[in-house]
């Protein structure tokens, strides 16, 4: 389904691919036509698509998982879920029904479909993600199920010929008090009944919402939804298992490879790279080396981390001053500030030993000096979570990193407190959250924590959106999103860019 306008496929290689592989030398392109809103996904995607937009829709799509499953890390309700995700799947994946009489309906539903089937190739290597993904995408699809239009979605599942037996009136007759417990209701007889295998239903089942009998599930025809969801997961577990057989045969096109190497890495640890809005913020004059000691209370952990441990040693060990570097310079930091920063924090240090041995990396960082190898000019870019949540772990008297992840628990508190987070329950749920891994998680439990007031002020008056308060991926994100927060009112200040987006 990729355009084939140019290919990396080796021509020896791919004269000497395997017969069996061939079948994928001549697809056949043919747009699809999407009578309906929602997908089952069962037919994959037939038509070209360029390389951007396999990598971009994919990434898309990945953002909406992401912050479904942010949502059930942080316990929201589903009405709580529906709400939030509102504004994210707008932005990120609309999907409009045939009565909103959109332009694009076609367009967006080819977007939704291949990106699923982009995910389902990145995400079906192994066990771990497989289940994640499936789990993401039930979600996604429940959420969709419950808000669509009532006519488009009846025929929707009654085009998907779905295997229930009805239950006749004389079963009905014989299970009355049964049947009458599992619904409430007083006169059985007129309610619809479905009889299908149970483990078709675990969710019901689990919920007592269902008569069982014989191996079979009685279902009110109100629970419609518990069933069509159950049927969407079990053809995708089965669809995941076959394409995790399917997947080495892709080695043939290596343009793929990296790109799901990477979205799949994405999943592991959210990734977002830093964009140059990041620098622009409406209402903050530009850093300079003076003002850094007063803005860090905005820092996320793992700066303020490297900030205190800076004043504390007069030192950085050699990855804690490239990465805080290069944060200075995602807030906008000049060079010039930044050596002098870096000359004054270093203070028991001699003039000669800083020209020599430090001067250089922050101008490299920078891009100052480097040459082509350095980004063109450019330096690096500001780390991400991703990139800090995923290299190797800080050792003896080094600090980089992310300070939730590289921390044991209880030094994680002692951090935190000092930083001026004590209330007791936030720092239970945080040791829950790093206990489990979540550290971006929580991350963002304490972000919301020390910006409650401000946030619930802008949800209040609309001002901001749940895509303004998406789930921080970024440092410079929460620099970004802090400064702003605790500056409303002020002048000309409010939310400006969104945050974090792809760059090369
Ligand atoms: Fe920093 Fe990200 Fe870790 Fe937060 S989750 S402390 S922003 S690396």
Request: hydrophobic content about 35%.
């Amino acid at each position: 389904m990729i355009r084939h306008d140019f290919s990396r496929v080796d021509s020896k290689r791919r004269a000497n691919l395997d017969y069996k592989k061939k079948q994928f030398a001549k697809p056949e392109f043919k747009q699809q036509d999407y009578e309906y809103r929602l997908n089952f996904y069962i037919l994959p995607p037939t038509a070209e698509i360029t390389l951007e937009q396999f990598e971009t829709w994919a990434i898309n799509r990945l953002k909406v998982l992401s912050e479904l499953e942010a949502c059930s890390f942080r316990n929201r309700t589903p009405e709580e879920t529906a709400e939030y995700m509102t504004s994210i799947l707008n932005k990120y994946l609309p999907l409009r029904s045939n009565s909103s009489r959109g332009q694009n309906l076609q367009e967006e539903r080819k977007k939704d479909h291949y990106s699923h089937f982009i995910l389902r190739l990145a995400f079906s290597a192994t066990e771990d993600l497989r289940r994640r993904f499936s789990r993401l995408e039930t979600m996604l699809f429940r959420l969709r199920f419950k808000d669509d239009d009532l006519r488009e979605r009846r025929e929707f599942v009654s085009s998907l010929k779905l295997e229930w037996e009805e239950v006749g009136e004389d079963e009905k007759r014989e299970f009355g008090s049964e049947l009458a417990a599992v619904s409430g209701a007083r006169n059985e007889e007129e309610q619809e009944w479905f009889k299908v295998d149970w483990e078709r239903v675990p969710e019901l089942v689990e919920q007592r919402r269902v008569f069982l009998k014989r191996g079979k599930a009685y279902v009110m025809q109100r629970e419609q939804m518990s069933l069509v969801v159950a049927e969407f997961t079990k053809r995708l577990d089965e669809a995941l298992e076959l394409t995790a057989k399917a997947l080495p045969r892709l080695d043939e096109d290596d343009r793929l490879a990296p790109i799901l190497a990477h979205l799949s890495q994405s999943f592991t640890a959210p990734d977002a790279a830093y964009s140059s809005s990041d620098a622009a913020i409406d209402g903050l004059s530009t850093p300079t080396a003076d003002s850094i000691d007063a803005v860090s209370q905005h820092f996320p952990l793992c700066m303020q981390n490297l900030h205190m441990t800076l004043r504390a040693n007069s030192h950085l060990k050699h990855f804690g001053r490239l990465q805080y570097t290069l944060f200075l310079k995602g807030i906008g930091l000049s060079l010039d500030d930044c050596i002098i920063f870096w000359r004054r924090s270093f203070k028991l240090m001699a003039d000669d030993k800083f020209n020599k041995e430090y001067k250089y990396n922050i101008r490299h960082a920078y891009g100052d000096v480097g040459g082509d190898a350095n980004r063109r000019g450019r330096g690096y870019t500001p780390y991400s979570c991703q990139k800090l949540l995923t290299e190797p772990l800080p050792g003896p008297g080094q600090s980089h990193g992310c300070p939730y992840r590289a921390f044991t628990q209880d030094n994680l508190v002692a951090l935190l407190q000092r930083t001026g987070i004590n209330d007791r329950d936030l720092l239970k749920t945080v040791r829950e959250d790093v206990g489990k891994q979540r550290y971006h998680v929580a991350c963002n439990r304490v972000f919301e924590h020390a910006h409650k007031r401000e946030i619930k002020k802008v949800k209040d008056d609309g001002s901001w959106s749940a895509v303004d308060l998406d789930t921080i991926v970024h440092p410079n994100t929460y620099f970004k999103r802090s400064w702003l927060l605790k500056h409303l009112g002020e002048g000309n200040v409010g939310m400006v860019g969104g945050g974090e987006k792809m760059e090369e």
